[in-house]
């Protein structure tokens, strides 16, 4: 979840100024969820700011 | 059908407390839903879909519904994808507002794993049914040993040192001094990481995220409401979901579903991993991130850690509140990290 807040922080250019970066205009916010030693789930969000 | 440009996020609010012992997880939840309506503009009234995972009280949508007084539901979904739930609520959404299943779609995620004192190196009772307990509870595998037994094959394999995989933690320091409600406020060095405490070989404690409470929520639109609202419009244009496991014994822990999910979701979007600007990774523990960048397309194999040295940026921009390797988000599961 705070993924995706990072994500649209970005892209609407509400983030720090020190760490906000410029014309930030595509984002991606990807997940893991369970354990990569033995069964996890995946997840990839692409978002565009028009 | 593609879900490109089909909706939109209108609202994000991420809670700011990291300890809540005095707040219930339902009431946790309701706060980061109406601090996401608010931030959209919007009133609860407007909610006609609602998304949530297992942390979520009863693990369905009926109880935080009822309690939120959500009465206008037409499309619900609790699937459960433990810490990356939330980024498939969203596609998912997107698939339902597409489909016009739903207009404005609430998603939320709350938990208090700090003060119930969840940790990453408890062995979880997952119960009987499952079909792999009876053959791993037996060696009773925990969360850190999970991801240190990845961290040590990428060592062996690829020559990844300690030194390396500790950068991401130190660039998760630096940017963690941004966000006022950081768990972890001081900025460390890969000599503080590397003689942390050794959790699981080769994972150190500061190689591990912190385990806070808290949540988020986000709301998901259509674009026509997103195009009412006063805020700039963030659309949905690609995703991928997958889950990896031990493939019929093929077993091989060099990568994630990372490298599955990724290439489906440029594909929909109809871009490169060269063009994303700023790239939010899942960071449960230093390994995490590195195998994540790897897999999507941000470098090459085993280039991910070396790459890290040479300062505390990474091929993009990545994670720039440090919400779980340093600031601390909820994790709905009782287990080191998810959310």
């Known amino acids: ?50 | 059908m593609t879900i490109k440009n089909k909706a939109c996020i209108v609202g994000a609010y991420e809670h700011p407390l990291r300890k809540a012992p005095d707040t219930s997880v339902a009431q946790l939840h309701a706060e980061v839903a109406k601090g996401a309506i608010e931030d959209a503009g919007l009133s609860v009234r407007d909610i006609d879909g609602y998304f949530c995972a297992g942390d979520a009280p009863g693990a369905n949508v009926w109880s935080m519904a009822n309690y939120m007084n959500l009465n206008k539901l037409r499309h619900v979904d609790s699937t459960d994808m433990g810490g990356c739930s939330y980024l498939v609520h969203v596609a998912h959404a997107a698939e339902a507002v597409a489909a016009g299943k739903c207009n404005v779609a609430l998603v939320t995620l709350a938990g208090r794993p700090n003060s119930e004192g969840s940790s990453g190196t408890q062995v979880r009772d997952r119960g009987v049914n499952l079909p792999d307990a009876p053959f791993e509870m037996p060696y009773s595998p925990v969360t850190v040993n999970l991801y240190a037994m990845c961290a040590m094959l990428h060592m062996q394999k690829y020559g990844t040192t300690s030194e390396q995989l500790a950068w991401v933690k130190v660039a998760a320091s630096h940017h963690a001094q941004h966000n006022p409600n950081a768990m972890l406020k001081n900025v460390v060095t890969v000599e503080e990481v590397v003689n942390s405490p050794m959790i699981s070989d080769p994972l150190h404690r500061l190689d591990c995220c912190v385990v806070s409470d808290g949540g988020g929520a986000v709301i998901v639109a259509h674009p026509d409401v997103a195009k009412s609202l006063k805020r700039p419009v963030v659309n949905i244009i690609g995703a991928g979901e997958t889950t990896k496991h031990q493939m019929g014994g093929k077993v091989d822990l060099t990568y994630t579903g990372a490298a599955w999910t990724g290439p489906r979701a440029f594909e929909e979007a109809g871009v490169k991993p060269g063009d994303i600007k700023y790239a939010s990774i899942y960071d449960s523990f230093t390994i995490t991130v590195v195998l994540q960048i790897e897999d999507l397309g941000f470098c090459k194999k085993a280039k991910a850690a070396s790459s890290l040295p040479t300062g505390i940026s990474f091929p993009v921009p990545e994670n720039s509140r440090s919400t779980r390797m340093a600031a601390g988000s909820a994790t709905t599961i009782p287990r080191t990290a998810a959310g």
């Open chain 1, 1 to 50: 979840m705070t993924k995706i807040i990072e994500a649209v922080r970005q892209l609407r250019g509400e983030a720090h100024a020190k760490v906000q970066v410029p014309n930030c205009n595509l984002a991606l916010a990807h997940g893991t969820g369970g354990a990569i030693g033995h069964r996890h789930g995946s997840a990839t969000l692409i978002m565009e700011r028009v």
